[in-house]
């Protein structure tokens, strides 16, 4: 099921998610239908808070050899390098702004049943881990971002490679 994806400006997506607790079938239907609404809005990521649910769920799909990737209370536990680029959000459609994030970001995390396990991501899907784990503690891109990019930079971006 599609879920709404709240916008900036929604006071959830400032708060601070508690961890899941439980790994039932509440948890499964939650993550099939984060996956469904991020597929549905051609995103990358979505956090639980983006749909009005406080909890540390994130779905995470860039396209990848790793396709769907659910994390339950994911923990960033290494981190290497650095990259910059334009980064998006679906809770803040048609802006984008230029984020410095690492480049290489180890998490740990629970599956859906429970179990722990670690994932190393480099490029956007380290990004992705970033950006959507800040999610759970009410961080929005927007609040990390060096500027602002408007259609004539990325433009120019374009023409500079």
């Known amino acids: ?25 509440r948890l499964w239907l939650l993550l099939r239908d984060m996956a469904d609404t991020m597929y ?3 995103g990358v990521g979505l956090a639980a808070p983006q749909v ?19 994390l339950v209370n994911p923990q960033i536990i290494a981190t290497e390098g650095e990259q910059a680029g334009s980064e998006g959000c679906l809770s803040v459609p048609g802006r984008r702004g230029y984020v410095v994030r690492p480049n ?20 956007l899907l380290a990004r992705a881990f970033c950006h959507e784990i800040d999610h759970l503690d009410g961080i ?8 602002e990019i408007f259609d004539d930079d990325q433009e120019k971006t374009q023409e500079e490679k």
Do not use: S
């Not at 995390?109 to 490029?123: C, S």
């Not at 929005?140 to 500027?147: N, P, Q």
């Open 140 to 147: 929005i891109y927007v609040d990390k971002m060096d500027h």
């Open 52 to 70: 009005g649910i406080l909890r540390r769920v994130v779905v995470i799909d860039v396209g990848d050899e790793h396709g769907l990737i659910e």
């Open 1 to 25: 099921m599609v879920r709404k994806i709240l916008e900036l400006g929604d006071e959830n997506l400032r708060k601070t998610c508690k961890p899941m607790p439980k790994f039932d079938l």
């Open 40 to 42: 549905d809005a051609e």
């Open 104 to 123: 290489k970001v180890t998490v740990r995390a629970q599956d859906r049943k429970g179990k722990w396990f670690e994932i190393t991501g480099e490029g």
